[in-house]
Structure formats: C-alpha cells, structure tokens
C-alpha cells in the first residue's frame, strides 16, 4: 500500500515543506499578515442571538478593547485596540506586552477525554469563572467491557461549575468527537453547542432522537466566523479530514492564543471540500500562538496521507471492471467518499441501494444540507434490489468493522433480508480495521469468501484513505503554527511520545511539549509561562449500556468478567427459623464452571465446604451490621472463594443465597 501521494502534487508539496518560509510567503499576501498598527475592529456574532435558520447572522461591531470584563447578559462584544495601544500580548515573540487594563489570572486546559485514547474526546478551556469545552464525544467499547455500549467522558469537574460553560465548539461530525452529546448536555445544563453545517445536522439528528431538540440550543457556524464568550474570543480555519465542514479551533485569552486541530490531515485534492486554509492556519501563526494541541493518530506513520483523488480512482476502475454486483462498505460518514462512488455509479449506469441505518441517514442529512448531490432515480429502496439485474446494482452498506448485527455480517451469514451473497458478487471493503476489530472482520471476509464472494480490502489497492496527518502532515502543521508549547493529543502514550519528537524536531524544546493523562491539569499565566500542574480531576470511564443508556459500574463489569472466564456458582442454604440451623444439605448449582465428569466430585466438595463454613460463622461473635442474613452470605462467599482457588486454581463469581423458613 503507498505510503505517499503520486503525482505532481504531492512532489510540490514536499518542495514547499523544505522551502517553508518562501512558500508562506507566496501563499500568503502581505495585506492579510498582522502588522504593529492599529487592528480593525472585527465584529464578533452574539452568541445568543438567534440561530441561521431563523434570521441572517447581524454584526454588531462595539469600541471595546479585547478582553474588557463582559456582561454576561450579553457576550456579544467586540474586540478593537487603542490608536496608542502596544502590539498584541498574544504574539510571543513580543514577551513585555501585555494589557495592563485586565486582570491577570489563569488559563486551565484540562482534557476530559482523548488522550489515552482514540476516543471520548473532550478538552475543557477555563479563565476565572468562564469555561469553553471542544468536543464531546463518546468511545466504542474496549474488548473486554462485556455489554457495555459506549463509555463516556468523566463530567463530574464540569458538573460543579456549569454555570460558567458558555459553550461547546465541535471540530466536526465524528462520533468520538460529538457522540457523548445527548448524554452529556443535561447534566451541564444544556450550553449552546457551535458546530459547521454538516456537523450539526449529525448533533440535531441525534437530539431528535433523544428527544432534546426542543431543550438544547445549538449554533451553526461559518468558518469565518468568530465568537465572543467571557474571556475568551474563538475563531477557526478549515482542515480536512475524512468527513466535510472539519475545523480547527483558535481560542484567545489573555494567557494567550491556543490552537486546537481536532482531527486533520492535508490533502490537496480532497473528494467532497476545499483544501485546508493553509493562508489562515500561516496567519495565525505569525501572529504567535502559545499552545497547540494537535492530532497524533497516525505520528508513527511516514511520509504524507494518501489523498482521496487516489482513492477516487481505484474505485473508479473496480466498478468499470465489475461485472456483476458490487457491495461498497465504508463508514457512513466518509460523505465525500460516499459521493465518490455515486458519481462512478452514474457514469457506468449502476443503481444505489442503501443497507444499514446510519448509511441512510447520514446520506440523507448530508443530501438535505447539499453535500451529497445526486439526481433523483439514483438511490433506489433495497426492497426492490430484485428488479434490477446485478451488472446495475452497487449497495453501499454498514459493517466495515465486522460488528456482529451490522447489515455487511448479516449478509456474510446469510441472514440479511435482501441480499444473499453468491459467485460473481464482488464486496469492497472501503475501510481500514480500528485497533481491537480485526478479529471480528477477517471473520465477515471469510464468511463472505465462503460464498463466493471477491473481496477487496486495503491490503490489494487503495481502497480507503486515513483521515488522520502522517509525520510530514503533522511537521508542515507545527512549522505553521510554530507554538510556544504543545499538547499532543488523539491517540494512546506511544502515539503522543511519537508527536512529541516530532515537535522537537520543528524546534519546539522537549520540556515544553506536554504529555498528559486524562484529568490532569495545565496551567498558563499572562506572562506566557505554561506548566504541567499535580492537580489531577476525575476523569473515570463512564460505561453506558441498554436502551436506557444507564450508567453501569465497575463492580458489575467485575461481575461479568468472573463470569465470563469462570462460570458463575450458586450456593442455597435453607435455615430454620425455629432452630437457626440448617434444614437440609445446601444445594450447589453452577454454569461455565467444570465439565461435567468432575462436577458431582467438585459438587460434594464445595457442599462440605458451605457445611464447615455455616458452622464457624454460627460459633463466632456476632458482628455489627445488624443484617445477620447479609453477613452469612459475605462470610461464605469469601470462604468459597478461598476454597476454590486452593482446589481448583479458580475463581468464578460465588452467589450465595440464604433462605430463612
């Protein structure tokens, strides 16, 4: 698989990341870099005015200078500089100067979430009493969460300062990214969410089905916009990553300009958006920024992401050279892959089938909002798959992960109920495996070869596309930003040691990159000085499960891994309420414990066990609890526990159950 672009364009790219300085000055004009005059004034959105949908955004430009204390009843105030005032305090490399009209104080940046793991991402931004949150996403299950559905960020810090959160900014439309929303806003009492149009149609499609659209209070954005909240002023730029509308987050203070990628990569000929605003991002970097927080997914990765045009391309020429069905699953929220192949599928004449939930409804939102355009006959219901001859069929489908009920492992088993997989189908699989899912999806491949299928995985062409920068990517995104500090983030230990040499190597001092826990604290003053603090918050693994989405805890996952690797044995004790004594032989029942040639041996065993225990516990001093019942359960439960362990070298969840009659 190629480990970089072919072509003109990435051979350009590599002269442009060697020649950094004269390619910002080409790229960017000189009327656009910040100059030691006065600066415009520039009108900043209320944020509490009403949203697109309802009137067109009005500037209301005021003569305050930045950072003034705000009214909280109306956040809507604008930044501009005194005729004599000093050059901006966040340029770092102009270290006296800073606004003596403001309060010094502290900025916090606490991650919640996203780094000791791709997932559940969450940074919390806090200066005094005001607080801004990006991102709030949810993690899939690790393998061994048994039944759990999604863990979710640790709020409780939040939780006790609500009432300063004055917003949340989502960098784009991933779940890891902005699924922890319904789940999370009603305990923080619903701040506004700001959020690029694509994003958001994602976030009110899910607070419709939570039903908290009519509670929740969302923003839409225009990537030039900026906001005005506390004592912070927040601006982006585009990137691109596998999903339109992604953007990095610009977040001003007085203790400085932080940058936030979010997810990214640079692509230069990109399927469904505009490249990355390469002008903006040389911007904001000479005009100074403190702190970076960046993307680490891919730093072990060599060279640059392939871009989508490649991959545009290759499933160009698999559907020309198909002669029979093709089933394309990819995630369904690679939209401008998506539209990729809608666009092969007209040029050779084929129908668009639709299998799975999320395909349909992100494609419907993305056609709703104009990023998917496709005319009217292409996209045809599954139900009448049979119509159609299989030379003019492609069925974009659900399941590049292998997950167990999705509609491409239903098909691989034979239980889906429109598409039966046979010779001559070719199935695509247009994905890359997360960590811990390659398991689950060389068994769907194997059970689709079963029937007859071709299958095409990443390993034979490039067929899918990371969304995430490779090391040249990720260096180009320093040099740009050129931060102070820098916070790598989005990926486990290994993966942020790798960023962070990577930032050594782009001149950032290794004692100014952070590698952080989730939870842990870093603080910046007014004067630049950033530092690692010993403050830790909670930041617990939050586990939700069922269609409650209630919160389990880790004694029941404790449970269900006893349960899992050793069985589970239920001991019954009968006890006369005239007596106190046993009424007859306790009864042992177990299941996923021995075979069943030893478990009468081992049955007698554990009974004479229960027998021996009874009698000591009726012999000793009573205990304190009051709950005599209770305490004879915890007694033999911990007797058998111990028992079993030196009998069998076992452990499986003891369930002692004590009745009284």
């Known amino acids: 698989m190629s480990q970089s672009n072919p072509g003109g364009e990435e051979s350009d790219f590599k002269q442009k990341l060697n020649n950094l300085d004269q390619w910002l000055k080409n790229i960017v004009q000189p009327s656009s870099l910040p100059k030691n005059n006065p600066a415009t004034p520039t009108p900043v959105p209320d944020p509490k005015a009403p949203t697109s949908s309802q009137q067109p955004n009005a500037l209301q430009p005021k003569n305050k200078r930045p950072f003034n204390k705000v009214n909280k009843n109306s956040m809507n105030t604008n930044t501009s500089v005194a005729p004599n005032a000093k050059p901006s305090f966040f340029n770092r490399r102009e ?34 009493k ?53 789940y999370l806003l009603p305990r923080l009492g619903f701040p506004m969410v ?34 005005r909240l506390g004592a912070f002023e927040v601006s982006f730029f585009r990137v691109n990553h596998s999903i339109p509308d992604a953007v990095a987050v610009v977040i001003d ?41 960046s993307d680490s997914t891919n730093s072990l990765e060599p060279g640059q992401t392939t871009s989508e045009k490649v991959i545009a391309e290759n499933l160009d020429d698999i559907i020309r050279k198909a002669t029979g069905r093709l089933i394309i699953t990819s995630f369904s929220s690679l939209i401008g892959r998506l539209q990729q192949i809608m666009d092969s599928s007209m040029k050779y004449r084929r129908k668009i089938f639709l299998s799975g939930r999320s395909m349909a409804t992100n ?53 889906h109920l429109q598409v039966k997989i046979g010779k001559g189908d070719t199935v695509v699989l247009s994905s890359s495996p997360i960590i811990g899912n390659e398991g ?25 596309t990371s969304g995430h920068a490779k090391q040249e990517d990720l260096k180009l995104m320093i040099k740009l930003i050129s931060p102070k500090y820098m916070i790598p983030a989005h990926g486990d230990l290994y993966m942020r040691m790798a960023h962070r040499d990577l930032a050594v190597l782009c001149d950032v001092p290794e004692k100014n990159v952070f590698l952080l826990d989730n939870g842990a604290v870093v603080e910046g003053d007014t004067n630049g000085e950033y530092q690692k603090t010993k403050e830790k918050v909670p930041a617990e693994y939050i586990m939700v499960e069922g269609p409650e989405k209630s919160q389990v805890e880790g004694s029941v996952l404790m449970d269900r891994h006893l349960m899992s690797e050793n069985g589970v044995l239920i001991v ?68 058998l526990d111990r028992f079993l362990v030196r009998l069998l070298d076992k452990r499986p969840m003891v369930m002692p159950v004590v009745i009284v009659q």
């Not at 203070?253 to 990355?276: E, L, M, N, W, Y």
């Not at 005319?375 to 030379?391: S, Y």
């Not at 006369?576 to 009864?587: F, I, M, R, V």
């Not at 414990?593 to 229960?610: A, P, Y």
Request: glycine share 8%; net charge neutral.
């Open 363 to 415: 494609i419907k939102i993305a056609q709703q909002l104009g990023y998917i355009k496709v005319p009217r006959g292409v996209i045809i219901d599954i139900r009448d798959l049979k119509r159609f001859p299989d030379d003019e069929i492609i069925i974009l489908t659900t399941g590049s992960q292998g997950e167990d009920i999705s509609a491409l492992a239903r098909m691989a088993m034979d239980t």
């Open 440 to 464: 689950a999806i060389n068994k769907v491949i194997n059970n689709l070869c079963q029937r007859g299928a071709k299958v095409i995985t990443n390993n034979e062409i490039d067929v899918h």
């Open 194 to 227: 700001y959020g690029a149009p694509l994003t958001m149609g994602f976030v009110k499609k899910q607070l419709e089905e939570f039903r908290l659209n009519a509670l929740a209070r969302t923003r839409v954005f225009d990537p030039k916009e900026k906001f």
């Open 572 to 639: 019954t004790l009968v006890i006369s309420k005239a007596t106190g004594l046993l009424s007859q032989k306790p009864e042992v029942v177990s299941r996923g414990f021995v075979f069943m040639d030893t478990s009468k041996q081992v049955s007698e065993k554990v009974v004479q066990e229960v027998e021996k225990s009874f009698q000591q516990f009726i012999q000793k001093p009573t205990g304190n609890s009051g709950d005599k019942r209770k305490d004879l359960e915890h007694h033999i439960h911990h007797s």
């Open 130 to 182: 005001d607080i801004i949150i990006v991102d709030m996403g949810f993690q899939f299950p690790e393998e061994d969460m048994l039944g759990i559905d999604y863990v979710l960020p640790d709020v409780s810090y939040l939780m006790e300062r609500k009432q300063n959160i004055r917003g949340v900014f989502l960098t784009h439309g991933h779940l890891d990214h902005i699924g922890g929303i319904p």
């Open 253 to 293: 203070c007085p203790a400085g300009r932080i940058v936030h990628t979010g997810d990214f990569k640079f692509d230069f000929s990109p399927a469904d958006q505009r490249p990355a605003d390469f002008q903006e991002i040389a911007t904001v970097g000479k005009k100074g920024v403190m702190v970076l927080v």
């Open 95 to 128: 270290k006296n100067a800073k606004p003596a009209f403001f309060k010094k104080g502290k900025l916090r940046i606490i991650p919640l979430g996203g780094l000791e793991e791709v997932g559940k991402n969450m940074m919390v931004f806090e200066y005094d």
